[in-house]
């Protein structure tokens, strides 16, 4: 990864032939950009902007051969004028519309991860088109999804549980449904839930959905049943957390819903910890021990060192895991140099967010 610059300078590199049969079109600056050189974010960035992505990222656009963090993104000391695109991942830099004025060319930014809450609505609102990964994230996390229903529509983890403390005798005294109409629920109807509701078609569940957004002839098409939040809890022996991290959705899922989940039941959340009250699911999961909850997700995370979310007996933390990691991250940032690939070529993307869903999406 080239160094970083004071004063970021386009290259005054030619586009070759092979270039120009790539991108009829004349190359727009573009340049890979974050927030700063944070260990958090810039060893990610790093990997995913490797040589080999520049290069093809060069193919197509004139690349700024520095990472640009935000206070050089700010600086008054280099013409930024003619820069076209962004390229980046977690860590983005944040831009007030006032400072989105200095870049009177930018026209769209791609970025390699998923949501885009923290930084996006002034670029959207500017009129600048911003291109996620959030296609690649879902898959990924839809596959994990997929993995706990089904071992959780087997009853693995309570099963598991009790067969090694016991007598190692088969657990009979609550019953295994399998996956034949067993009930699922899903709450919220994102990207990540559609996938979900595809790979768990072929196992036959009942598949529920609890979304206000979802319309009835949608939910026909999907072959789900919409349902309310309360029903969904009392009817289904899966619950699935997929809402979007908006603020009126804090604690929403409390006490007397996982209270009365069905003998057995299973919590999974893999969307945020802020949906859920930790206090109250502690108390249903200390009342219920057959219950079991799947924690990807919590608030704060990780839990505080004396939460007994650590000890309770049927909890499973994992450490936010359930998205792109490590070696994964390659399917977000190629998702995104492939749309810029298209989009360079005059493709219309369809993988780009909208100001109007700004407010209801995760």
């Not at 919409?226 to 957390?241: G, P």
């Not at 994964?328 to 749309?339: A, G, K, M, Q």
Request: aromatic content about 8%.
């Amino acid at each position: 990864m080239p160094t970083l610059s004071a004063s970021p300078q386009f290259s005054a590199k030619t586009a070759s032939p092979k270039d120009d049969a790539l991108s009829p079109r004349a190359r727009k600056k573009a340049a890979i950009v974050i927030n700063e050189r944070s260990s958090e974010f810039w060893s990610p960035l790093q990997a995913m902007f490797n040589q080999s992505i520049r290069d093809r990222i060069e193919l197509h656009f004139e690349l700024l051969p520095d990472v640009i963090t935000y206070e050089q993104l700010i600086s008054e000391e280099w013409d930024k004028s003619t820069l076209s695109v962004l390229f980046g991942t977690s860590g983005f830099p944040a831009l007030s519309a006032e400072q989105l004025r200095k870049f009177p060319s930018l026209e769209i930014i791609f970025f390699a991860a998923g949501s885009i809450k923290s930084w996006g609505l002034p670029f959207l609102s500017s009129g600048i088109r911003v291109c996620t990964a959030k296609r690649a994230n879902a898959h990924v996390v839809a596959d994990f999804c997929q993995a706990q229903i089904l071992l959780a529509a087997k009853n693995y983890f309570l099963q598991a549980r009790d067969y090694q403390r016991s007598t190692r005798k088969p657990i009979d005294r609550i019953p295994v449904s399998g996956y034949a109409n067993t009930k699922i629920a899903l709450i919220g109807c994102g990207l990540i839930a559609l996938k979900v509701i595809q790979h768990l078609r072929r196992f036959a569940f009942d598949i529920y959905v609890v979304d206000p957004y979802l319309k009835a002839a949608e939910a026909k098409k999907l072959d789900v049943t919409l349902c309310t939040l309360d029903k969904a809890f009392r009817t289904c022996k899966i619950v699935s957390n997929h809402l979007p991290n908006l603020t009126e959705l804090g604690g929403i899922l409390r006490y007397e819903y996982f209270a009365e989940m069905p003998p057995g039941g299973t919590f999974i959340n893999t969307g945020r910890g802020t949906q859920v009250i930790e206090d109250d699911l502690i108390r249903a999961l200390s009342d219920r021990p057959d219950l079991t909850a799947l924690l990807d997700v919590t608030e704060p995370e990780p839990p505080a060192p004396d939460s007994l979310l650590f000890s309770l007996p049927n909890v499973i933390l994992t450490p936010h895991i359930a998205g792109c990691i490590d070696h994964e991250l390659s399917f977000l940032v190629d998702e995104i140099v492939t749309s810029s690939e298209a989009w360079s070529q005059g493709v219309e993307l369809t993988n780009l967010e909208s100001l109007d869903r700004f407010h209801i999406s995760a």
